[in-house]
């Protein structure tokens, strides 16, 4: 890989890293969740990266996908876990880390140490040559082992530049087939753990978007929108909240039309079907011509 190409991985990486932490440390009970992912996001900003997608705050049986909303008042609970997904890229190289937190209890110390062991285990396994099927049954057996369940419709995913989600799937269960892994691959492995029924699905509104298709609209306003859309995200992922300063007045009428015409959709929320708690933990990984780099290290 080029050298200058490989610095922008790693520092996207790094910021990706120390955003995650900073907002680790800001998760408390009583505290606003809008503040909270505003501040996390603001300090990827301040230290020169841009984000790759909204800041996910993913709540006791949600698996994934949700962020806060201009009109969230929710603040964190005591014991709630919290899945924390950040994401940065530094002119579109991309880092992608998530952890878990456990507001003010340890009643779930066992199923987040599980996604982490999870994630060890599937990085101790990828390397160039190794099929992605492996490093889910590295990530399966890690977690049955420990008495509880992956999810098995979640998976982790291959990234390349203003590409989050590139082509590779990495699984979190045994598969056959699939992507065999090669140096100059960029992966985010990400392990979720639950003691639910194993599976996620869900139709809620996350306030997440992503452009679905580009075509003319003919009202100006929403016209507008989705250029700046364009040329903001290139493409990644973004949130209802971040469309304000675009149109101080007018986003939220302008995204609603730009939904209706099927020009932007959002992700679903994604719900454990057995109700379970869910815990994840990530990396980015970089595959080399020996074994693996963490890039979010």
Known sequence: MD?????????AG????????????????????????????????DNGGKLAFPTNLAINNVGAHWTP???????FQKGDLVKLDVGVHIDGYIGDNALTVEVGTEKYGKLIDTSREALNAAIEVAGPGINVGMIGYAVQTTIENRGYKPIANLTGHGIKRYNLHSGISVPN??????AV???GDIIAIEPFVTDGAGRVGGKRNSNIYHVRQVRNI??????????EIQH????????????????????????T?????????????????????????????????SGSEVLTN
């Open 3 to 11: 050298i200058n190409k490989l610095e922008k991985w790693k520092e």
């Open 14 to 45: 790094k910021l990706a890293h120390d955003a995650l932490h900073f907002g680790k440390r800001l998760i408390e009970e009583g505290k606003s969740m809008l503040d909270i992912t505003e501040k996390i996001e603001n300090y990827v900003y």
């Open 69 to 75: 909303s201009t009109k969230t008042t929710e603040k």
């Open 173 to 178: 269960v045994k598969e056959n087939g699939g």
């Open 181 to 183: 892994l090669k140096p």
């Open 218 to 227: 003919r009202d100006e306003k929403a016209a507008e929108m989705i250029d």
């Open 232 to 255: 903001r995200y290139k493409g990644l992922p973004f949130a209802e909240r971040w469309l304000h300063d675009i149109q101080t007045n007018d986003a939220a009428n302008s995204l």
């Open 257 to 289: 039309k730009l939904m209706r015409a099927g020009i932007i959709s959002y992700y679903p929320v994604l719900d454990e079907l057995g109700k379970g708690m869910v815990a994840q933990s990530e990396h980015t990984v970089l595959i080399t011509n």
